[in-house]
Protein backbone atom coordinates (compact mmCIF):
# COMPACT_ATOMS: atom_id res chain seq x y z
CA UNK A 1 0.00 0.00 0.00
CA UNK A 2 2.78 2.21 1.29
CA UNK A 3 4.73 1.34 -1.99
CA UNK A 4 1.61 2.28 -4.24
CA UNK A 5 1.12 5.50 -2.71
CA UNK A 6 4.92 6.65 -3.04
CA UNK A 7 5.19 4.77 -7.00
CA UNK A 8 1.93 7.45 -7.36
CA UNK A 9 3.48 10.20 -5.79
CA UNK A 10 6.34 10.18 -7.82
CA UNK A 11 4.49 9.56 -10.96
CA UNK A 12 2.30 12.67 -10.18
CA UNK A 13 5.43 14.49 -9.87
CA UNK A 14 7.39 13.81 -12.88
CA UNK A 15 4.02 14.61 -14.82
CA UNK A 16 4.21 17.61 -13.53
CA UNK A 17 8.13 18.22 -14.10
CA UNK A 18 7.05 16.84 -17.54
CA UNK A 19 4.87 19.41 -18.38
CA UNK A 20 6.95 22.37 -16.81
CA UNK A 21 9.48 21.69 -19.22
CA UNK A 22 8.04 21.24 -22.00
CA UNK A 23 5.83 24.55 -21.39
CA UNK A 24 9.24 26.40 -20.43
CA UNK A 25 10.76 24.89 -24.26
CA UNK A 26 7.65 25.90 -25.86
CA UNK A 27 7.44 29.87 -23.98
CA UNK A 28 10.80 30.27 -24.51
CA UNK A 29 10.97 28.67 -28.06
CA UNK A 30 14.11 30.17 -30.40
CA UNK A 31 11.81 30.72 -33.39
CA UNK A 32 9.53 33.35 -31.01
CA UNK A 33 10.20 36.85 -30.44
CA UNK A 34 13.36 37.31 -28.14
CA UNK A 35 12.33 38.40 -24.67
CA UNK A 36 13.48 37.99 -21.11
CA UNK A 37 13.03 34.49 -20.32
CA UNK A 38 9.73 33.23 -18.94
CA UNK A 39 8.41 30.96 -16.08
CA UNK A 40 6.19 28.68 -16.59
CA UNK A 41 2.38 30.48 -15.54
CA UNK A 42 4.14 33.71 -13.85
CA UNK A 43 5.78 34.34 -17.26
CA UNK A 44 8.33 37.09 -15.97
CA UNK A 45 6.34 38.81 -12.70
CA UNK A 46 8.76 37.94 -10.38
CA UNK A 47 11.47 40.38 -11.73
CA UNK A 48 9.23 43.12 -12.91
CA UNK A 49 9.28 46.11 -10.38
CA UNK A 50 6.27 48.20 -9.53
CA UNK A 51 8.30 51.29 -9.13
CA UNK A 52 10.00 52.82 -11.98
CA UNK A 53 8.90 50.02 -14.49
CA UNK A 54 9.68 51.66 -17.35
CA UNK A 55 13.73 51.53 -16.53
CA UNK A 56 13.21 47.81 -16.31
CA UNK A 57 11.53 47.47 -19.79
CA UNK A 58 14.14 49.88 -21.07
CA UNK A 59 16.75 47.21 -19.30
CA UNK A 60 15.34 44.25 -21.03
CA UNK A 61 15.44 46.56 -24.74
CA UNK A 62 18.80 46.76 -24.17
CA UNK A 63 19.35 43.24 -24.24
CA UNK A 64 16.43 41.65 -26.60
CA UNK A 65 15.08 44.58 -28.54
CA UNK A 66 18.29 44.43 -30.68
CA UNK A 67 17.93 45.23 -34.67
CA UNK A 68 14.14 44.80 -34.23
CA UNK A 69 13.29 47.49 -32.28
CA UNK A 70 11.10 45.15 -29.99
CA UNK A 71 10.69 42.20 -27.60
CA UNK A 72 8.49 40.06 -26.26
CA UNK A 73 7.47 39.40 -22.07
CA UNK A 74 4.35 37.59 -20.50
CA UNK A 75 3.08 38.31 -17.30
CA UNK A 76 0.64 35.76 -15.74
CA UNK A 77 -0.19 34.74 -19.41
CA UNK A 78 -0.83 37.82 -21.04
CA UNK A 79 1.45 38.55 -23.70
CA UNK A 80 3.34 42.01 -23.96
CA UNK A 81 5.25 43.48 -26.74
CA UNK A 82 7.80 46.25 -25.88
CA UNK A 83 8.00 48.53 -28.76
CA UNK A 84 11.00 50.35 -28.31
CA UNK A 85 12.00 52.49 -31.51
CA UNK A 86 9.37 55.06 -32.20
CA UNK A 87 9.70 53.76 -36.13
CA UNK A 88 8.26 50.25 -35.11
CA UNK A 89 5.23 51.94 -33.18
CA UNK A 90 4.62 53.96 -36.60
CA UNK A 91 4.46 50.72 -38.47
CA UNK A 92 2.82 48.65 -36.41
CA UNK A 93 0.29 51.38 -34.44
CA UNK A 94 -0.34 53.90 -37.36
CA UNK A 95 0.28 51.83 -40.75
CA UNK A 96 -1.59 48.39 -39.17
CA UNK A 97 -3.78 50.47 -36.84
CA UNK A 98 -6.81 48.03 -37.62
CA UNK A 99 -5.64 44.92 -35.89
CA UNK A 100 -3.91 46.99 -33.02
CA UNK A 101 -6.18 50.12 -31.63
CA UNK A 102 -8.19 48.28 -29.20
CA UNK A 103 -7.10 48.03 -25.03
CA UNK A 104 -6.25 45.29 -22.57
CA UNK A 105 -8.57 44.94 -20.19
CA UNK A 106 -7.77 47.00 -16.68
CA UNK A 107 -8.86 44.49 -13.92
CA UNK A 108 -9.51 46.37 -11.03
CA UNK A 109 -12.19 48.74 -12.95
CA UNK A 110 -15.30 47.45 -13.58
CA UNK A 111 -15.75 46.90 -17.17
CA UNK A 112 -13.05 49.10 -18.41
CA UNK A 113 -13.28 48.15 -21.44
CA UNK A 114 -17.05 49.23 -21.99
CA UNK A 115 -17.35 45.72 -23.15
CA UNK A 116 -20.85 45.83 -21.32
CA UNK A 117 -22.27 48.97 -21.87
CA UNK A 118 -20.91 50.85 -19.05
CA UNK A 119 -19.72 53.86 -21.95
CA UNK A 120 -17.84 55.62 -18.69
CA UNK A 121 -13.62 56.02 -19.23
CA UNK A 122 -13.04 57.39 -22.73
CA UNK A 123 -9.24 56.39 -22.87
CA UNK A 124 -9.45 52.63 -21.55
CA UNK A 125 -12.49 51.71 -23.58
CA UNK A 126 -12.43 49.08 -25.90
CA UNK A 127 -12.57 49.80 -29.45
CA UNK A 128 -16.29 49.66 -29.45
CA UNK A 129 -19.53 51.74 -30.51
CA UNK A 130 -18.71 53.50 -27.26
CA UNK A 131 -15.38 54.66 -27.92
CA UNK A 132 -15.83 55.74 -31.70
CA UNK A 133 -18.88 58.06 -30.63
CA UNK A 134 -17.21 59.72 -27.29
CA UNK A 135 -13.99 60.22 -29.37
CA UNK A 136 -15.77 61.85 -31.97
CA UNK A 137 -17.80 64.37 -29.53
CA UNK A 138 -14.95 64.64 -27.28
CA UNK A 139 -12.33 65.77 -30.48
CA UNK A 140 -15.41 67.93 -31.77
CA UNK A 141 -15.64 70.03 -28.41
CA UNK A 142 -12.07 70.77 -27.65
CA UNK A 143 -11.45 71.55 -31.27
CA UNK A 144 -13.98 74.19 -30.85
CA UNK A 145 -12.91 75.61 -27.64
CA UNK A 146 -9.21 75.68 -28.97
CA UNK A 147 -9.96 77.70 -31.83
CA UNK A 148 -12.17 80.05 -29.13
CA UNK A 149 -8.97 80.10 -27.22
CA UNK A 150 -10.25 78.70 -24.40
CA UNK A 151 -13.10 81.63 -23.76
CA UNK A 152 -10.26 83.61 -22.02
CA UNK A 153 -9.84 80.42 -19.32
CA UNK A 154 -6.39 80.02 -19.22
CA UNK A 155 -5.67 83.16 -19.32
CA UNK A 156 -7.74 83.82 -15.95
CA UNK A 157 -6.71 80.78 -14.32
CA UNK A 158 -2.76 81.51 -14.82
CA UNK A 159 -3.61 85.02 -13.61
CA UNK A 160 -4.82 83.50 -10.55
CA UNK A 161 -1.69 81.03 -11.17
CA UNK A 162 0.22 83.80 -10.59
CA UNK A 163 -0.92 85.83 -7.81
CA UNK A 164 -1.49 82.58 -5.80
CA UNK A 165 2.46 81.66 -6.09
CA UNK A 166 3.12 85.19 -5.10
CA UNK A 167 1.31 84.75 -2.32
CA UNK A 168 1.42 81.57 -0.88
CA UNK A 169 4.47 79.94 -3.16
CA UNK A 170 4.87 77.02 -0.64
CA UNK A 171 1.94 75.95 -1.62
CA UNK A 172 2.64 75.54 -5.25
CA UNK A 173 2.11 71.98 -5.85
CA UNK A 174 -1.37 71.99 -5.11
CA UNK A 175 -2.27 75.43 -6.75
CA UNK A 176 -0.51 74.40 -9.87
CA UNK A 177 -2.65 71.18 -10.19
CA UNK A 178 -5.54 73.66 -9.08
CA UNK A 179 -4.72 75.90 -12.07
CA UNK A 180 -5.33 72.67 -14.45
CA UNK A 181 -8.15 71.52 -12.37
CA UNK A 182 -10.09 75.47 -12.93
CA UNK A 183 -9.28 75.12 -16.54
CA UNK A 184 -11.05 72.00 -17.30
CA UNK A 185 -13.97 72.43 -14.58
CA UNK A 186 -14.69 75.87 -16.86
CA UNK A 187 -14.93 74.45 -20.03
CA UNK A 188 -16.68 71.79 -18.71
CA UNK A 189 -19.28 73.26 -16.22
CA UNK A 190 -18.46 76.47 -16.02
CA UNK A 191 -17.65 76.37 -12.20
CA UNK A 192 -13.97 76.96 -10.89
CA UNK A 193 -15.07 76.01 -7.74
CA UNK A 194 -15.46 72.80 -8.26
CA UNK A 195 -11.57 71.74 -9.20
CA UNK A 196 -10.36 70.25 -5.43
CA UNK A 197 -12.65 67.58 -5.40
CA UNK A 198 -12.27 67.17 -9.46
CA UNK A 199 -9.15 66.70 -8.90
CA UNK A 200 -9.99 63.90 -6.45
CA UNK A 201 -11.56 62.38 -8.10
CA UNK A 202 -8.80 62.10 -11.02
CA UNK A 203 -6.42 61.04 -8.58
CA UNK A 204 -8.70 58.24 -8.02
CA UNK A 205 -9.53 56.74 -11.26
CA UNK A 206 -5.28 57.45 -11.82
CA UNK A 207 -4.55 55.44 -9.10
CA UNK A 208 -6.85 52.51 -10.05
CA UNK A 209 -5.74 52.19 -13.16
CA UNK A 210 -2.01 51.72 -13.07
CA UNK A 211 -0.06 49.22 -12.28
CA UNK A 212 1.69 50.86 -9.40
CA UNK A 213 -2.24 51.25 -8.23
CA UNK A 214 -4.16 48.38 -6.51
CA UNK A 215 -2.21 44.90 -6.12
CA UNK A 216 -5.62 43.56 -8.05
CA UNK A 217 -4.02 45.25 -11.36
CA UNK A 218 -0.81 43.01 -11.21
CA UNK A 219 -1.69 39.81 -9.06
CA UNK A 220 -5.17 39.58 -11.52
CA UNK A 221 -6.59 36.81 -9.72
CA UNK A 222 -7.31 38.25 -6.32
CA UNK A 223 -10.01 40.26 -8.18
CA UNK A 224 -12.03 37.17 -8.34
CA UNK A 225 -12.33 36.96 -4.95
CA UNK A 226 -15.47 36.49 -3.08
CA UNK A 227 -16.73 40.20 -2.02
CA UNK A 228 -16.70 39.46 1.33
CA UNK A 229 -13.00 38.35 1.05
CA UNK A 230 -12.62 40.98 -1.39
CA UNK A 231 -11.55 44.96 0.37
CA UNK A 232 -10.34 46.16 -3.37
CA UNK A 233 -13.01 45.44 -4.71
CA UNK A 234 -15.31 47.08 -2.35
CA UNK A 235 -13.07 50.15 -2.53
CA UNK A 236 -13.37 50.19 -6.08
CA UNK A 237 -17.45 50.26 -5.94
CA UNK A 238 -17.26 52.70 -3.35
CA UNK A 239 -14.69 55.12 -5.22
CA UNK A 240 -16.69 54.50 -8.77
CA UNK A 241 -20.29 55.27 -7.24
CA UNK A 242 -19.09 58.36 -5.88
CA UNK A 243 -17.64 59.58 -9.09
CA UNK A 244 -20.71 58.41 -11.03
CA UNK A 245 -22.96 60.12 -8.93
CA UNK A 246 -20.90 63.36 -8.76
CA UNK A 247 -20.44 63.48 -13.00
CA UNK A 248 -24.07 63.03 -13.08
CA UNK A 249 -24.60 65.44 -9.93
CA UNK A 250 -22.89 68.33 -12.59
CA UNK A 251 -25.19 67.40 -15.61
CA UNK A 252 -28.49 67.88 -13.46
CA UNK A 253 -26.80 70.81 -12.00
CA UNK A 254 -26.47 72.18 -15.53
CA UNK A 255 -29.56 71.48 -16.72
CA UNK A 256 -31.88 72.82 -13.76
CA UNK A 257 -29.40 75.83 -14.03
CA UNK A 258 -30.47 76.23 -17.63
CA UNK A 259 -34.06 75.41 -17.42
CA UNK A 260 -33.50 79.13 -15.08
CA UNK A 261 -31.74 80.67 -17.69
CA UNK A 262 -28.84 81.02 -15.41
CA UNK A 263 -25.99 78.50 -17.10
CA UNK A 264 -23.22 80.50 -19.19
CA UNK A 265 -21.75 78.07 -22.07
CA UNK A 266 -19.91 75.03 -21.04
CA UNK A 267 -19.42 71.96 -22.48
CA UNK A 268 -22.60 70.40 -20.63
CA UNK A 269 -24.98 73.03 -21.46
CA UNK A 270 -23.85 72.30 -25.57
CA UNK A 271 -24.84 68.81 -25.34
CA UNK A 272 -27.71 69.63 -23.42
CA UNK A 273 -29.06 72.13 -25.97
CA UNK A 274 -27.42 70.02 -29.07
CA UNK A 275 -25.44 67.01 -28.17
CA UNK A 276 -28.06 64.57 -27.54
CA UNK A 277 -29.71 64.74 -30.96
CA UNK A 278 -26.33 64.33 -32.93
CA UNK A 279 -23.79 62.13 -30.73
CA UNK A 280 -25.97 59.15 -30.52
CA UNK A 281 -24.99 59.02 -26.83
CA UNK A 282 -27.50 56.90 -24.61
CA UNK A 283 -28.50 59.55 -22.41
CA UNK A 284 -27.57 61.28 -19.28
CA UNK A 285 -25.28 58.88 -17.66
CA UNK A 286 -22.88 57.96 -20.67
CA UNK A 287 -22.99 62.20 -21.54
CA UNK A 288 -21.98 62.60 -17.46
CA UNK A 289 -19.27 60.50 -18.04
CA UNK A 290 -17.48 61.69 -21.63
CA UNK A 291 -18.31 65.17 -19.84
CA UNK A 292 -16.79 64.13 -16.23
CA UNK A 293 -13.65 61.91 -18.22
CA UNK A 294 -12.68 65.00 -20.40
CA UNK A 295 -12.40 66.81 -17.05
CA UNK A 296 -10.64 64.44 -15.14
CA UNK A 297 -8.11 63.64 -17.88
CA UNK A 298 -6.79 67.54 -18.27
CA UNK A 299 -5.32 67.04 -14.60
CA UNK A 300 -2.77 65.60 -14.13
CA UNK A 301 -1.43 65.05 -17.60
CA UNK A 302 -0.92 68.71 -18.45
CA UNK A 303 0.06 68.92 -14.71
CA UNK A 304 3.31 66.43 -14.62
CA UNK A 305 4.96 68.84 -17.67
CA UNK A 306 4.28 71.49 -15.39
CA UNK A 307 5.61 70.08 -12.19
CA UNK A 308 8.74 68.97 -14.64
CA UNK A 309 9.09 72.85 -16.49
CA UNK A 310 9.58 73.93 -12.67
CA UNK A 311 12.49 71.11 -12.18
CA UNK A 312 13.85 72.07 -15.80
CA UNK A 313 13.93 75.82 -15.01
CA UNK A 314 15.57 75.60 -11.65
CA UNK A 315 17.97 73.04 -12.96
CA UNK A 316 19.24 75.10 -16.10
CA UNK A 317 18.83 78.95 -14.99
CA UNK A 318 20.68 80.34 -18.54
CA UNK A 319 17.93 78.76 -20.15
CA UNK A 320 15.49 80.00 -17.78
CA UNK A 321 17.12 83.62 -18.76
CA UNK A 322 16.72 82.85 -22.20
CA UNK A 323 13.63 82.21 -22.17
CA UNK A 324 12.69 85.18 -20.03
CA UNK A 325 14.65 87.59 -22.47
CA UNK A 326 12.81 86.27 -24.88
CA UNK A 327 9.51 87.26 -23.56
CA UNK A 328 10.87 90.35 -22.27
CA UNK A 329 11.78 91.45 -25.77
CA UNK A 330 8.97 90.22 -27.77
CA UNK A 331 6.00 90.92 -25.52
CA UNK A 332 6.95 94.39 -24.65
CA UNK A 333 6.90 93.67 -20.71
CA UNK A 334 2.82 91.39 -21.44
CA UNK A 335 2.59 88.15 -19.78
CA UNK A 336 2.23 86.07 -22.93
CA UNK A 337 -0.54 85.50 -25.10
CA UNK A 338 -1.60 82.83 -27.38
CA UNK A 339 -0.78 85.31 -30.36
CA UNK A 340 2.70 85.32 -29.04
CA UNK A 341 3.61 82.01 -29.50
CA UNK A 342 5.12 82.28 -33.34
CA UNK A 343 7.24 84.72 -31.68
CA UNK A 344 8.40 82.24 -29.06
CA UNK A 345 10.59 79.32 -30.27
CA UNK A 346 12.72 79.01 -27.07
CA UNK A 347 10.14 78.88 -24.93
CA UNK A 348 8.47 76.36 -26.47
CA UNK A 349 11.80 74.42 -27.25
CA UNK A 350 12.13 74.24 -23.27
CA UNK A 351 8.79 72.82 -23.30
CA UNK A 352 9.27 70.08 -25.98
CA UNK A 353 12.82 69.63 -24.14
CA UNK A 354 11.03 69.34 -20.80
CA UNK A 355 8.66 66.40 -22.06
CA UNK A 356 11.25 64.36 -23.95
CA UNK A 357 13.79 64.88 -21.31
CA UNK A 358 10.88 63.97 -18.30
CA UNK A 359 8.42 61.76 -20.44
CA UNK A 360 5.30 61.88 -17.76
CA UNK A 361 3.94 58.97 -19.37
CA UNK A 362 7.10 57.04 -19.42
CA UNK A 363 5.57 53.66 -20.11
CA UNK A 364 3.10 54.83 -23.20
CA UNK A 365 -0.47 53.49 -22.70
CA UNK A 366 -0.84 49.81 -24.30
CA UNK A 367 -3.15 48.75 -27.20
CA UNK A 368 -4.45 45.61 -27.32
CA UNK A 369 -4.56 43.75 -30.88
CA UNK A 370 -7.79 43.02 -31.94
CA UNK A 371 -7.09 40.41 -34.61
CA UNK A 372 -3.98 38.09 -35.42
CA UNK A 373 -1.63 39.70 -37.45
CA UNK A 374 2.30 38.65 -38.80
CA UNK A 375 4.46 41.83 -38.85
CA UNK A 376 8.48 41.37 -40.17
CA UNK A 377 7.51 37.28 -39.94
CA UNK A 378 6.82 36.59 -36.14
CA UNK A 379 3.06 35.87 -35.32
CA UNK A 380 1.19 38.03 -33.13
CA UNK A 381 -1.83 36.70 -31.95
CA UNK A 382 -4.72 38.41 -30.81
CA UNK A 383 -5.08 40.06 -27.54
CA UNK A 384 -1.32 40.86 -27.24
CA UNK A 385 -1.01 43.99 -25.56
CA UNK A 386 1.46 46.24 -27.00
CA UNK A 387 3.43 48.92 -24.85
CA UNK A 388 4.88 51.39 -27.06
CA UNK A 389 7.87 52.51 -24.52
CA UNK A 390 7.97 56.14 -24.19
CA UNK A 391 11.08 56.22 -21.94
CA UNK A 392 12.75 54.24 -24.99
CA UNK A 393 11.70 56.87 -27.53
CA UNK A 394 12.76 59.60 -25.91
CA UNK A 395 16.33 58.15 -25.33
CA UNK A 396 17.18 57.02 -28.27
CA UNK A 397 20.75 58.91 -28.09
CA UNK A 398 20.53 58.91 -32.62
CA UNK A 399 17.96 60.94 -32.82
CA UNK A 400 18.40 62.73 -29.78
CA UNK A 401 21.78 62.89 -28.57
CA UNK A 402 23.08 63.47 -25.59
CA UNK A 403 19.77 62.41 -24.10
CA UNK A 404 19.74 62.29 -20.71
CA UNK A 405 20.69 65.91 -20.44
CA UNK A 406 18.38 68.86 -21.17
CA UNK A 407 19.28 70.33 -24.33
CA UNK A 408 16.72 72.96 -26.00
CA UNK A 409 18.92 73.66 -28.74
CA UNK A 410 18.06 70.50 -30.34
CA UNK A 411 15.41 71.98 -31.43
CA UNK A 412 16.83 75.32 -32.69
CA UNK A 413 19.96 74.57 -34.12
CA UNK A 414 20.24 73.53 -37.65
CA UNK A 415 22.72 71.20 -36.57
CA UNK A 416 20.66 68.95 -34.48
CA UNK A 417 18.95 66.14 -35.86
CA UNK A 418 15.49 67.25 -34.47
CA UNK A 419 15.88 70.57 -35.90
CA UNK A 420 12.66 71.92 -38.39
CA UNK A 421 12.00 75.04 -39.89
CA UNK A 422 10.08 77.10 -39.55
CA UNK A 423 10.79 78.38 -36.15
CA UNK A 424 7.46 80.06 -35.96
CA UNK A 425 5.96 76.70 -36.12
CA UNK A 426 8.05 74.05 -34.85
CA UNK A 427 9.17 73.27 -32.62
CA UNK A 428 5.70 71.55 -31.62
CA UNK A 429 5.10 69.10 -28.67
CA UNK A 430 2.10 67.92 -31.23
CA UNK A 431 3.09 65.01 -32.62
CA UNK A 432 5.32 63.78 -30.11
CA UNK A 433 5.43 59.95 -29.41
CA UNK A 434 4.23 61.01 -25.94
CA UNK A 435 0.44 61.41 -27.08
CA UNK A 436 0.63 57.92 -28.25
CA UNK A 437 -0.26 56.64 -31.55
CA UNK A 438 -2.61 56.11 -34.74
CA UNK A 439 -7.00 55.67 -33.84
CA UNK A 440 -5.83 56.32 -30.24
CA UNK A 441 -3.59 59.30 -30.02
CA UNK A 442 -4.32 61.72 -27.85
CA UNK A 443 -7.31 64.31 -28.27
CA UNK A 444 -5.58 66.68 -25.76
CA UNK A 445 -2.62 67.65 -27.91
CA UNK A 446 -3.33 70.96 -28.68
CA UNK A 447 -5.23 72.07 -25.31
CA UNK A 448 -1.81 70.87 -23.75
CA UNK A 449 0.51 73.23 -26.36
CA UNK A 450 -1.77 76.00 -25.02
CA UNK A 451 -1.72 75.72 -21.96
CA UNK A 452 1.28 75.30 -21.31
CA UNK A 453 2.60 78.25 -23.27
CA UNK A 454 0.30 80.70 -21.82
CA UNK A 455 1.23 78.94 -17.88
CA UNK A 456 5.53 78.52 -18.20
CA UNK A 457 5.03 81.92 -20.24
CA UNK A 458 3.17 83.30 -17.19
CA UNK A 459 5.97 82.06 -15.20
CA UNK A 460 8.49 83.62 -16.95
CA UNK A 461 7.42 86.65 -17.05
CA UNK A 462 6.76 86.79 -13.37
CA UNK A 463 9.11 85.09 -11.79
CA UNK A 464 12.57 83.98 -11.35
CA UNK A 465 12.41 79.79 -10.50
CA UNK A 466 15.09 78.78 -8.04
CA UNK A 467 16.40 76.67 -5.56
CA UNK A 468 14.78 77.41 -1.90
CA UNK A 469 17.76 78.06 0.51
CA UNK A 470 17.72 75.53 3.98
CA UNK A 471 17.23 78.31 7.02
CA UNK A 472 19.84 76.70 8.84
CA UNK A 473 22.15 75.87 7.07
CA UNK A 474 21.67 78.51 4.44
CA UNK A 475 22.51 76.06 1.36
CA UNK A 476 20.45 74.97 -1.53
CA UNK A 477 17.84 72.39 -0.43
CA UNK A 478 17.83 69.56 -3.51
CA UNK A 479 15.50 69.62 -5.96
CA UNK A 480 15.64 65.78 -7.37
CA UNK A 481 16.00 64.66 -10.71
CA UNK A 482 14.85 61.50 -10.67
CA UNK A 483 12.08 61.35 -7.99
CA UNK A 484 8.63 60.47 -9.02
CA UNK A 485 5.54 58.47 -8.25
CA UNK A 486 5.18 55.68 -10.45
CA UNK A 487 1.37 56.13 -12.04
CA UNK A 488 0.77 55.64 -15.26
CA UNK A 489 0.98 59.34 -15.42
CA UNK A 490 3.91 60.82 -13.21
CA UNK A 491 4.81 63.35 -10.72
CA UNK A 492 8.06 64.50 -9.30
CA UNK A 493 7.72 63.64 -5.69
CA UNK A 494 7.31 66.95 -3.12
CA UNK A 495 10.36 69.17 -2.92
CA UNK A 496 10.67 72.70 -2.11
CA UNK A 497 11.65 75.54 -4.12
CA UNK A 498 11.22 79.20 -4.29
CA UNK A 499 9.48 81.83 -6.71
CA UNK A 500 11.10 85.49 -6.71
CA UNK A 501 9.04 87.72 -8.59
CA UNK A 502 11.54 88.97 -10.80
CA UNK A 503 11.40 92.38 -9.62
CA UNK A 504 8.64 94.91 -7.57
CA UNK A 505 6.82 96.04 -10.78
CA UNK A 506 6.51 92.66 -11.79
CA UNK A 507 4.92 91.67 -8.76
CA UNK A 508 2.78 94.57 -8.74
CA UNK A 509 1.78 93.87 -12.59
CA UNK A 510 1.10 90.42 -11.80
CA UNK A 511 -1.80 91.44 -8.97
CA UNK A 512 -3.30 93.91 -10.84
CA UNK A 513 -3.86 91.73 -13.45
CA UNK A 514 -5.14 89.14 -11.37
CA UNK A 515 -7.47 91.57 -8.99
CA UNK A 516 -8.47 93.16 -12.80
CA UNK A 517 -9.07 89.50 -14.35
CA UNK A 518 -10.81 88.40 -11.32
CA UNK A 519 -13.38 91.41 -10.82
CA UNK A 520 -14.18 90.92 -14.52
CA UNK A 521 -15.28 87.71 -14.19
CA UNK A 522 -17.46 88.75 -11.61
CA UNK A 523 -19.39 91.44 -13.12
CA UNK A 524 -19.87 89.06 -16.23
CA UNK A 525 -21.43 86.38 -14.10
CA UNK A 526 -23.64 89.01 -12.37
CA UNK A 527 -24.29 90.31 -16.13
CA UNK A 528 -25.70 87.27 -17.35
CA UNK A 529 -27.21 86.15 -14.08
CA UNK A 530 -29.23 89.39 -14.42
CA UNK A 531 -29.54 89.00 -18.29
CA UNK A 532 -31.25 86.00 -17.37
CA UNK A 533 -33.60 87.58 -14.92
CA UNK A 534 -34.31 89.89 -17.25
CA UNK A 535 -35.20 87.30 -20.12
CA UNK A 536 -37.35 85.79 -17.61
CA UNK A 537 -39.54 88.99 -16.71
CA UNK A 538 -39.94 89.25 -20.25
CA UNK A 539 -41.63 86.16 -20.55
CA UNK A 540 -43.62 87.56 -17.92
CA UNK A 541 -45.10 90.24 -20.11
CA UNK A 542 -45.42 88.14 -22.86
CA UNK A 543 -47.88 86.00 -20.35
CA UNK A 544 -49.57 88.65 -19.69
CA UNK A 545 -49.70 90.44 -22.64
CA UNK A 546 -48.54 93.62 -21.73
CA UNK A 547 -45.48 93.89 -23.75
CA UNK A 548 -46.22 97.77 -24.69
CA UNK A 549 -47.07 98.90 -20.86
CA UNK A 550 -44.44 101.76 -20.28
CA UNK A 551 -43.72 100.68 -16.33
CA UNK A 552 -41.68 97.81 -17.76
CA UNK A 553 -38.32 99.18 -17.65
CA UNK A 554 -39.49 100.18 -13.85
CA UNK A 555 -40.39 96.18 -13.26
CA UNK A 556 -36.41 95.08 -14.57
CA UNK A 557 -34.74 97.75 -12.01
CA UNK A 558 -36.84 96.14 -9.18
CA UNK A 559 -36.34 93.10 -9.94
CA UNK A 560 -32.60 93.64 -10.49
CA UNK A 561 -33.25 94.96 -6.33
CA UNK A 562 -34.74 91.72 -4.83
CA UNK A 563 -33.01 88.19 -4.13
CA UNK A 564 -33.15 84.91 -5.40
CA UNK A 565 -36.95 83.50 -4.57
CA UNK A 566 -38.03 87.06 -2.83
CA UNK A 567 -41.29 87.65 -4.45
CA UNK A 568 -41.52 91.36 -5.94
CA UNK A 569 -45.31 92.68 -6.11
CA UNK A 570 -46.02 95.22 -8.82
CA UNK A 571 -48.58 96.06 -11.82
CA UNK A 572 -48.24 96.00 -14.58
CA UNK A 573 -50.83 98.41 -16.34
CA UNK A 574 -53.64 97.33 -14.71
CA UNK A 575 -52.71 94.17 -13.99
CA UNK A 576 -51.44 92.87 -10.72
CA UNK A 577 -48.48 90.43 -10.87
CA UNK A 578 -46.27 88.53 -8.52
CA UNK A 579 -42.69 88.06 -9.82
CA UNK A 580 -40.44 85.62 -8.32
CA UNK A 581 -37.18 86.13 -8.92
CA UNK A 582 -35.76 82.13 -9.55
CA UNK A 583 -32.50 82.51 -11.01
CA UNK A 584 -31.29 85.43 -8.37
CA UNK A 585 -30.07 88.76 -8.19
C1 LIG B 1 1.21 66.10 -21.52
C2 LIG B 1 -0.07 65.90 -21.69
C3 LIG B 1 -0.66 64.62 -22.23
C4 LIG B 1 -0.04 63.45 -22.55
C5 LIG B 1 1.44 63.09 -22.44
C6 LIG B 1 -1.07 62.55 -23.03
C7 LIG B 1 -0.84 61.27 -23.45
C8 LIG B 1 -1.81 60.43 -23.94
C9 LIG B 1 -1.57 59.08 -24.39
C10 LIG B 1 -0.22 58.37 -24.39
C11 LIG B 1 -2.75 58.57 -24.80
C12 LIG B 1 -2.99 57.18 -25.37
C13 LIG B 1 -2.57 57.15 -26.83
C14 LIG B 1 -2.56 55.78 -27.45
O1 LIG B 1 -3.20 54.88 -26.95
O2 LIG B 1 -1.85 55.59 -28.46
C15 LIG B 1 -3.75 59.59 -24.61
C16 LIG B 1 -5.08 59.44 -24.90
C17 LIG B 1 -6.03 60.40 -24.67
N1 LIG B 1 -5.81 61.69 -24.22
FE1 LIG B 1 -4.05 62.47 -23.69
N2 LIG B 1 -2.26 63.20 -22.99
C18 LIG B 1 -2.07 64.47 -22.52
C19 LIG B 1 -3.02 65.45 -22.34
C20 LIG B 1 -4.35 65.30 -22.58
C21 LIG B 1 -5.35 66.33 -22.36
C22 LIG B 1 -5.06 67.71 -21.81
C23 LIG B 1 -6.55 65.80 -22.75
C24 LIG B 1 -7.92 66.42 -22.75
C25 LIG B 1 -8.27 67.50 -22.12
C26 LIG B 1 -6.30 64.45 -23.22
C27 LIG B 1 -7.26 63.60 -23.70
C28 LIG B 1 -7.03 62.31 -24.13
C29 LIG B 1 -8.08 61.40 -24.54
C30 LIG B 1 -9.58 61.69 -24.57
C31 LIG B 1 -7.46 60.19 -24.89
C32 LIG B 1 -8.12 58.89 -25.34
C33 LIG B 1 -8.01 58.69 -26.83
C34 LIG B 1 -8.56 57.32 -27.24
O3 LIG B 1 -8.45 56.36 -26.48
O4 LIG B 1 -9.11 57.22 -28.34
N3 LIG B 1 -4.97 64.18 -23.10
N4 LIG B 1 -3.16 60.72 -24.08
Redesign the pocket.
Known amino acids: MQLSLIALGVALIGFAVYHLVREYRHINNKKKIPGPTLLPFIGRIHDLPIDFMWLKFQEWAQQYSGENGFYMTEMLGSKFLVITDEKVAEEL?IKRARYN?D?PVIRSLFDSKSTHGSGEY????GKNKY?AR??KL??GY?TEASNEHYYGVMYHESKRWMARLIENPDDFRFSLEDM?SKV?CQ?TWDDPSLSEYCTKSAWGLLTQMSPAGPLTNVLTPLWHLPLPLNPWKRAEYKRHDEQQAWWMERLLTTSDKMDRGQQRPCFTRKYLETGHNRSKLDGDHEASSVIG???L???F??A??LSYWLVSMVHHPHWQASVQKEIDDNCKGRMPTLEDTPKLPILRACIKET?RWK???PT????EMEADDVYRGYFLPKGTRIL?L?WAFMRNAEKYPDPENFRPERWLDPGWPTYREPLTEYPT?KG?T????????????T??QD??IVACGALSWCFNLKPKQDPITGYDLPVPLDKSNSLL?IKPDPFQMAFEPRNEARKQEALRLWAVSDAQDQRERAAFAKGAEAEKLSDVYEAVDMSYVPEKEAVLVKANEIQKDEILCTSIGNVEVEVKVAVGA
Open positions: LSRLPLMWQRTHLAMLMMAVGITVGPMPNVGVAHPDIMSFGFGQRQCLGQVTELI
